[in-house]
């Protein structure tokens, strides 16, 4: 069933803050294998003009992702969850995630669209500081892909 | 921000440093646990083959932050990294044996974008046995 295109610009209200902590970063960093001690030491993200510790660019899409299940879990929207599959990635900062930040994120629809069955639906995360200023942007394509029986 | 890279010193086709990043098992179920991505299809074999996957498959966020890192090392300040975007084209297939699977990545300055803010495109190949896992993976970096 072809998802509602009237979501399309509909904007989810802002998250509850989330408290950047230096220790996530260090296990994110772990997990990826990222020695670049930028992300672990912040006499050397201070020598590179940071204010503390950085994330690693891909950091913030736990962050983006949890805030975009208002979306993806919406029950008026009727998205199949078990059918999705990530189909691409972008982020456009304007600095880096860095420790002790507090992050909210706002979710938009920026389009919902039917090809060849699929579902397509684009969401927007804008995220900001506690000041208000904007940190980066995560765009986020799910496709949802037909039922074998609509085929 | 202090790229290591001078933006007067590259050129359209200069190459970043390739990488090969091995990913195992243990390297996805450690990726879940710090994304808090727990989706069965990256750990459980059963679910994953139950939906039509060949095996467990590597988170495509994970292959996303390996490919960075050509980038980020190259650069210096991961923080030069002002733009990144990917299309996951095929999932990095990883088998439950002690070597799992690799993920190569090449590189290279596909444009000079702006001689004041100092940016450059870079373009990355993301390629995992013998298939692309990432295609349209584009960086934008500011250079020094």
């Known amino acids: 069933m072809a998802l509602d295109q009237s979501f399309t610009g509909r904007t989810y209200p802002p998250t509850e803050p989330y408290e950047v902590g230096r220790e996530k970063i260090r296990e994110f960093a772990v997990a990826i294998g990222d020695a670049n001690p930028a992300y672990t030491d912040p006499a050397a993200a201070r020598a590179l003009g940071h204010p503390d510790v950085i994330a690693p660019p891909t950091f913030v899409f736990s962050i983006t992702f949890a805030a975009a299940e208002m979306v993806t879990q919406d029950p008026k929207l009727g998205l199949d969850y078990s059918r999705v599959v990530h189909g691409d990635q972008k982020f456009r900062y304007s600095r880096p995630v860095v420790a002790g930040d507090v992050l909210t994120v706002t979710s938009v629809i920026e389009s919902v669209k039917s090809m060849a069955g699929n579902d397509i639906l684009d969401i927007r995360g804008d995220v900001h500081d506690a000041a208000g200023e904007h940190v980066v942007t995560a765009y986020t394509k799910l496709v949802a892909r037909a039922p074998e029986e609509d085929k | ?144």
């Open chain 2, 1 to 144: 921000m202090t790229a290591r890279i001078a933006y007067a010193d590259v050129e359209v086709g200069t190459e970043l440093p390739a990488r090969t990043f091995p990913v195992t098992r243990a390297t996805l179920v450690r990726y879940a646990g710090a994304s808090g991505d727990f989706n069965p299809i990256h750990w459980n074999e059963r679910f994953a083959k139950g939906v039509g996957l060949p095996d467990v498959i590597a988170h495509g966020m994970f292959t996303m932050a390996e490919a960075a890192r050509v980038v980020t090392d190259w650069a210096g300040d991961p923080a030069a990294v002002v733009e990144y975007g990917v299309r996951f084209t095929n999932p990095v297939v990883v088998p439950d044996d002690d070597t799992g699977a690799e993920i190569e990545v090449s590189a290279k300055v596909a444009a000079k974008l702006d001689d004041e803010a100092r940016t450059v495109r870079v373009d990355l190949v993301a390629r995992s046995a013998g298939v692309k896992v990432l295609g349209l993976s584009r960086a934008v970096v500011r250079l020094a």
